[in-house]
């Protein structure tokens, strides 16, 4: 315990591409159109879900919980990402490593689970149609979404704490972006075998268990949509259920490979880039994915832009009348 002490730093130096500096200038471009696209896109969805009427249904429930959580994720690590590239010392604090390494795992564990409930929600809807009302109620809604974020908070405490009590004998250089699990294990001057088998064992509960849940629901919903004679029908339930099915393997494929592949040197620049694809290049994405394959998000924000335009046409022509 003395020395697990011992080795707490003041900061850490967070190393990134540090030895290829003609890298940093299409990174920080590249970080910071994705942090502005993922706000506006997810901040859109929310707000579109929130006003429009004709959205308040369990689906758009949850896909509000997921722009939430994809704007947080973003966030506990982008800003810091911009920071550090533009500045020389690329240093955190020990205390906002801590806090982004929990934030960072609280909400990756969270959208592990909320895909989930959202392809127990698409399989209600196209299996079970007369019951859906029935079975995704608001009140049940609210209980799935809250036992997300609960378990994935929950998940990240004993992770993190787990992590962090592992002794590093005054090593403080992340080879990494940003402050996650397998980087900082690295930094441990004991064998770490025993709390990396651990970490295994709660990854494929909160990645495989999943998974494997979201395929046999899909198998379940394309049975029933190959059933469905309306040509029409058929588009409209593998559209929505398309967007969800994309975001779920660009999410957990790229996850997987970080969390569940066995550890080796070869492979730290590859884990870098794939960790930077679902930290921050996904949760762009999910926006553009849900309302460019949505009909029903675009109309709603057609529907909010119209309704804008035509409040503020009245209040200009108000005011000429004064």
Not at 99 to 113: K, N, P, R, V, Y
Not at 277 to 285: D, K, Q
């Amino acid at each position: 315990m003395n020395l697990a002490n011992e080795s707490i730093p003041g900061e850490f130096i967070l190393l990134g591409f540090s030895d290829r500096p003609w890298l940093e200038l299409p990174l920080f471009v590249v970080f910071l159109v994705s942090y502005i696209l993922t706000i506006f896109g997810n901040m859109m969805i929310i707000l579109v879900s929130r006003l429009d009427a004709k959205l308040h249904t369990p689906m758009y429930f949850f896909l509000t919980n997921l722009s939430l959580l994809d704007l947080c994720y973003t966030t506990s690590t982008v800003p810091q990402m911009l920071i550090n590239i533009c500045s020389a010392q690329k240093v955190i604090s020990y205390g906002g490593c801590v806090a982004q390494l929990f934030i960072f795992l609280a909400l990756g564990c969270t959208e592990c689970l909320l895909l989930g409930v959202m392809s127990f929600d698409r399989f209600v809807a196209i299996c079970r149609p007369l019951y859906y009302a029935v079975i995704m109620h608001q009140r049940r809604c609210l209980h799935l979404a809250a036992a997300c974020w609960i378990s994935g908070f929950t998940n990240s405490v004993l992770q993190s704490t787990w992590t962090l009590q592992m002794p590093r004998c005054g090593h403080n250089k992340v080879d990494h972006f940003l402050c996650e699990i397998p980087a900082l294990l690295r930094l441990s001057c004991v064998d770490t075998t025993t709390i990396e088998a651990e970490l295994f064992f709660v990854s494929i509960v909160f990645l495989l268990i999943p998974v494997t849940f979201i395929l046999i629901s899909y198998t379940f919903i394309v049975q029933a949509v190959l059933r469905i004679r309306s040509a029409e029908g058929r588009r409209k339930a593998f559209g929505t259920c398309g967007s969800h099915l994309i975001v779920v393997v660009l999410f957990y494929g790229t996850a997987i490979y970080m969390y569940l592949q066995p550890p080796s040197p070869a492979s730290k620049d590859r884990g870098k880039m794939v960790s930077l694809f679902y930290g921050i290049i996904t949760p762009m994405l999910n926006p553009l994915i849900y309302t460019l394959r949505n009909k029903e998000v675009k109309c709603a924000f057609m529907r909010l832009m119209a309704r804008s335009s035509w409040s503020q046409s009245k209040d200009y022509k108000g005011r000429l009348f004064i």
